[in-house]
């Protein structure tokens, strides 16, 4: 089955205190992995898109890369303003999207 | 002025009301999506349509339906709701399949 998953649900970091989200994957013939990041009451914002494994991409404090299996969202620092939950998707044979349920980021000041 | 925009923003019904919610966007995308988000499943997708005349159903198309009027425009409808239609609906557009997708702000329905 088709399946996309993250971890951890929920994440408590201190303000600097750096950490990864995990995003894997079972689906066949992956078109590209897309990285969300989505305040409350408020719908998803790009954040990046990884086409192939080993392909990497950086926006501030995030950091985003790619294997066969799964995905990573590196945040380096984090400050307050970074608390969201992100949301993994990945698009694969035609047309078909299918989302994670997110990992709920908070920064402690 | 916001690229993809929805109204109503929130809404509360009674089970068996018709309901419509609306999606327009200035994107110029021919590609336009609607999800629902309940908390702890993510984004799933209900219908996307690839252009006026090509309507698809998603993962949970039952028990709702859509209609597109124009490139700009996208109408998801329920068409006798139910309490387990209570959720945060999503529409959102992309240029491909495979590029990002843009979300609007989103419709917070309650059936009562």
């Known amino acids: 089955e088709d399946q996309v998953t993250q971890s951890p649900e929920a994440l408590r970091l201190q303000e600097g205190e750096s950490s990864s989200l995990n995003c894997s994957y079972t689906v066949s013939g992956l078109r590209g992995l897309f990285w969300y990041r989505q305040d409350p009451g408020k719908g998803p914002e790009f954040l990046f898109t990884l086409y192939s494994a080993g392909e990497e991409k950086e926006k501030e404090r995030l950091k985003a890369t790619l294997t066969k299996k799964e995905s990573f969202l590196h945040i380096t620092a984090p400050k307050p303003e970074d608390s969201a939950t992100y949301l993994c998707?990945?698009?694969?044979?035609?047309?078909?999207?299918?989302f994670g349920a997110g990992t709920r980021l908070t920064v402690k000041p | 002025d916001a690229d993809v925009t929805q109204t109503p923003r929130n809404r509360i019904t009674k089970t068996g009301k018709r309901i419509m919610l609306e999606c327009s966007q200035t994107k110029g995308h021919d590609r336009m999506y609607w999800y629902r988000q309940d908390p702890g499943l993510g984004l799933r997708l209900i219908y996307y349509?690839?252009?006026?005349?090509?309507?698809n159903k998603g993962e949970i198309s039952d028990g709702y339906s859509v209609s597109r009027q124009a490139q700009a425009k996208f109408s998801l409808s329920l068409e006798s709701a139910i309490p387990n239609q209570t959720a945060l609906y999503f529409c959102?557009?992309?240029?491909?399949?495979?590029?990002?997708?843009?979300f609007g702000p989103g419709t917070r329905l309650t059936v009562l």
């Open positions: 998707a990945v698009s694969y044979n035609n047309n078909d999207m299918r």
């Open positions: 959102a557009t992309a240029e491909t399949s495979y590029n990002e997708q843009f």
């Open positions: 349509s690839f252009d006026v005349k090509d309507i």
